[in-house]
C-alpha cells in the first residue's frame, strides 16, 4: 500500500499564474477528500468527492479554485489565477466507507503551495 | 454544526513522563467518531487513535490512550512514557457518519530529553 501521494511537494509561483496539485487516493477508497491548512485557520475541508463525484463543494474559497476527479485513481485541485493568500499547505485524504465501520482519513504528505 | 476545540496551544513533556491533551466538541449527534491525528515535522498527518462514539470502552494504542467522556463531549489524549519522537502537533477530529473531518486547532507538544 503506497498510500495517498501527492504532487508536488512544494510549489512556488508568481501571482496570476495557474496552480495545479494532484493526487493519487489508496487503491480502493472511495472518498477523496482536500484540505487546506494555514497557520490562521487550521486544517479547513474544501471539497470532498464519494465515487468520482464532488459531494460538497461549499469549502472552496472562491470560484478561482475547482477540483475534478476523472477517475478513481487521480484528483486535481486548480487555482486560477492564484493570489498570494492561497499560501498554504494543501493535503489529499482518502477513506474507504460504507461498510458500518468508520474508516479514518488517510493523509498524503501535501503540497507547501507558495504564491510571490 | 460540529465545532472542535483544543485549548492548549502548547505543552511541554519531560520523556518518559505523561502528559494529557485536552480536546472537546460540541454536536447534537449521539453516532460519531473521534480521532486524533499527529502532525510531525515532516509534515505528514498520522493516524494515533480512533474511538466510536457508541463504545464505552476507552481506545488505547500501546502507549497512548483517550478519556473519552460522552456526556461531556471530551475526548483527552494520553500519552505515557513519552518519547523525543512523539514531539508534534496532535490535532483532535470529529467525524459524524463520515460526511467529513472536523479538526480542532491543534496542541503542539514538545517531548524535552
Known amino acids: 500500500d503506497a498510500g495517498v501521494i501527492q504532487s508536488p511537494r512544494h510549489e512556488v509561483t508568481e501571482m496570476g499564474q495557474e496552480v495545479t496539485l494532484r493526487c493519487k487516493p489508496i487503491?480502493?477508497?472511495?472518498?477523496l477528500f482536500w484540505y487546506r491548512q494555514t497557520m490562521m485557520r487550521g486544517l479547513e475541508l474544501l471539497i470532498y468527492?464519494?465515487?468520482?463525484?464532488?459531494?460538497?463543494d461549499s469549502g472552496m474559497p472562491e470560484d478561482r479554485f475547482s477540483a475534478k476527479m476523472p477517475n478513481a485513481s487521480f484528483s486535481t485541485l486548480k487555482i486560477q489565477p492564484s493570489e498570494p493568500r492561497d499560501s498554504a499547505v494543501y493535503f489529499c485524504?482518502?477513506?474507504?466507507?460504507?461498510?458500518?465501520?468508520?474508516?479514518?482519513?488517510?493523509f498524503g504528505n501535501g503540497t507547501r503551495l507558495t504564491v510571490t | 454544526a460540529q465545532t472542535v476545540t483544543q485549548s492548549q496551544p502548547e505543552m511541554s513533556v519531560q520523556e518518559a513522563e505523561t502528559v494529557t491533551l485536552s480536546c472537546t466538541y460540541d454536536?447534537?449527534?449521539?453516532?460519531?467518531?473521534l480521532f486524533w491525528y499527529k502532525q510531525p515535522p515532516s509534515r505528514q498527518m498520522i493516524l494515533v487513535i480512533r474511538?466510536?462514539?457508541?463504545?464505552?470502552q476507552n481506545a488505547t494504542e500501546n502507549r497512548f490512550s483517550v478519556n473519552f467522556q460522552k456526556a461531556a463531549k471530551s475526548f483527552s489524549l494520553k500519552i505515557s512514557d513519552s518519547q523525543l519522537g512523539d514531539t508534534a502537533m496532535y490535532f483532535c477530529?470529529?467525524?459524524?457518519?463520515?460526511?467529513?473531518?472536523?479538526f480542532g486547532a491543534g496542541t503542539r507538544l514538545t517531548v524535552k530529553p
Open positions: 485524504a482518502s477513506s474507504l466507507r460504507g461498510r458500518g465501520a468508520n474508516s479514518p482519513l488517510h
Open positions: 487503491s480502493g477508497h472511495d472518498y
Open positions: 468527492f464519494n465515487n468520482n463525484v464532488p459531494i460538497d
Open positions: 454536536t447534537s449527534e449521539s453516532n460519531y467518531y
Open positions: 474511538q466510536e462514539a457508541y463504545k464505552q
Open positions: 477530529a470529529f467525524s459524524y457518519n463520515n460526511n467529513d473531518m472536523r
